[in-house]
């Protein structure tokens, strides 16, 4: 009786270095793919599909999209700090995309940048 299946392997396709959005530095991190792989009595054998990539940072081990890859500090910045409208000079949240006081929207909104588009 042949015994086969699949199973999902991970698997390191490059070290690099990023600006960990944890660590808020630049440090060193891996890209792993994710990637399914056929098996004969349970041993992988060969890939089959690709699940998914993924970046690892090597100082915090946090997992992020290969999205993170292209963000800069000033991105991470953006994101994460409190940003002061331009209208009413009040600092809002990093998560608000309205200042709190006036309503009016955020002009340099880090998520309308076009890295984000696929
Ligand atoms: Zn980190
Ligand atoms: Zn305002």
Known sequence: MIIWGSTSKESTVDSTTFFCPNCRDEVDC????????FTLYFIPLFP???LGEYVRCDE????FDTKVLKLTKRHIDAMTKPWKCGECGNSNDASQKRCVNCRCF??????????FEE
Do not use: K, L
């Open 48 to 50: 089959v599909a690709t």
């Open 30 to 37: 891996d890209q792993i793919r994710v990637s399914r792989y």
């Open 60 to 63: 915090c081990s946090g997992e």
């Open 106 to 115: 955020r002009e340099d909104d880090p998520a309308d940048d076009s890295i």
